[in-house]
């Protein structure tokens, strides 16, 4: 069954500083958000909540709206937003060029003690204990150029009635 596109966009910003980053954290992210870190040693796996102490060199919020992604540089972050909201009101953020569709897909999950996660991997509530990667409703989303048909992100999204299992 082929699904019906529609109209995605795609925002990017080089050297945002850790308070503009948290700030955008803060207004995007709501009940249905999934958080996602990258440290140097580790991966988060699939957290509610942001930790209060971090440190991360990478990092992912999802919501059924969109994936933020920010990577850390050494005079601040880049951050990448694909969505399928238009963001009017995004400073100084640049909207990349592109005839943007989306579609979304199921997503299904690796075992999490393959050797691909050596430390393993983990889903987890907002009081970190830890919940079932089945009862999350997690998704992906094609982002796709219509104009030269090629996909270039694939970013995670839940179901927008997905409100967290009950723990």
């Known amino acids: 069954m082929t699904q019906k596109l529609r109209s995605g966009y795609v925002y990017h910003k080089q050297l945002i500083a850790s308070d503009e980053l948290n700030t955008l954290i803060t207004q995007i992210s709501n ?4 958080y996602f870190l990258r440290y140097a040693h580790a991966v988060s796996g699939i957290c509610r909540k942001l930790p209060d102490e971090r440190g991360e ?5 999802f919501n059924s709206i969109c994936e933020i992604r920010w990577r ?3 005079l601040g972050y880049e951050v990448l937003i694909l969505s399928q909201q238009e963001f009017k009101k995004l400073q100084e953020f640049k909207e990349l060029t592109g005839n943007w ?6 997503a299904y999950w690796h075992n999490p003690e393959e050797t691909r996660f050596p430390k393993g991997f983990t889903f987890q509530d907002e009081n970190n204990q830890s ?4 009862d999350i409703s997690i998704k992906q989303r094609y982002f796709k150029d219509s104009d030269t048909a090629t996909i270039h ?3 995670l999204t839940v179901n927008s009635n997905d409100q967290h299992p009950k723990t």
């Not at 009940?31 to 999934?34: F, K, L, P, T, W």
């Not at 919940?131 to 089945?134: D, P, R, V």
């Open 31 to 34: 009940s249905q958000s999934y």
């Open 57 to 61: 060199i990478e990092g992912q919020l």
């Open 72 to 74: 850390k540089y050494k």
């Open 101 to 106: 569709k989306i579609c979304d897909r199921d």
């Open 131 to 134: 919940i079932n990667a089945k």
């Open 153 to 155: 992100f694939v970013a």
